[in-house]
């Protein structure tokens, strides 16, 4: 069965650090999808990025990067120089032939000023 | 100009009564979710609706039961309130393909957030 595994539960860096959210996932497919979404203090869910399982390409997005590697099934995500602005639960999730979006357990970053 | 929509965003009622949740969506698109956000921040599916038609079905009791009158709108329904039903809920849509269940990106409602005293 598929499963994602964020095991950093909470971190917390002073502004303009650097930051990695760690994201592994388990599917028997080899056609999957792996999303991002950012969970502000607000509540809302935020789609950031959607990637597909034979496009291994790192992907940069202004101060997001996102690191897909297959060969240890992870698809980290980095921000760089943080702001206070990027404190929030932060998901990953899969999607594969069974069509339901897995959710990992989030990541609560904290970026203090 | 919102994309997904829920009513009400917040929901504080006791239990045992009913109560419904709406949702609409003018994406255009063709498949509507409903997942449940528990306490400690887990999201899990509940429902899909591909144009209607009910996609997935997930293990949940028989007092939810979600309504598609059209495919821009899925409500949500659920009969006889339990404490344990006091959850963040979100509705979301994603593109798809008519007639079939969907990998494209889900787009979120700002949720509802139901509390059973």
């Known amino acids: 069965a598929q499963k994602v595994t964020q095991a950093q539960t909470e971190i917390s860096v002073v502004e303009k650090e650097d930051v990695t959210l760690d994201c592994v996932y388990e599917?028997?497919?080899?056609?999957?999808?792996l999303f991002w979404y950012k969970q502000p203090p607000s509540g809302e869910l935020v789609f950031l990025i959607r990637?597909?399982?034979?496009?291994?390409q790192n992907e940069i997005s202004g101060r997001y990067s996102w690191n897909f590697q297959k060969s240890t099934s992870s698809f980290n995500f980095t921000i760089t120089a943080s702001q206070v602005v990027d404190s929030a639960v932060y998901f990953c999730a899969l999607i594969d032939s069974s069509y339901k979006l897995i959710f990992g357990s989030g990541t609560r970053l904290l970026v203090r000023p | 100009d919102t994309a997904v929509s829920q009513t009400p965003k917040y929901l504080v009622t006791q239990m045992g009564n009913d109560k419904s949740i709406k949702c609409e969506q003018n994406l255009g698109h063709d498949t509507m979710y409903w997942y449940k956000q528990d306490s400690k921040k887990f999201l899990k599916i509940m429902f899909s609706y591909n144009n209607k038609e009910l996609i997935i079905n997930e293990t949940v009791p028989n007092r939810f039961s979600p309504k598609s009158p059209d495919k821009a709108h899925l409500n949500l329904h659920i009969n006889s309130l339990e404490l344990g039903d006091s959850a963040v809920y979100f509705c979301?849509?994603?593109?798809?393909?008519?007639?079939?269940?969907?990998?494209?990106?889900?787009?979120f409602g700002p949720g509802t957030r139901l509390t059973v005293l």
């Open positions: 979301a849509s994603s593109p798809g393909l008519a007639g079939g269940a969907s990998t494209d990106t889900q787009y």
């Open positions: 599917t028997r497919d080899t056609t999957y999808y």
């Open positions: 990637r597909n399982s034979f496009d291994e």
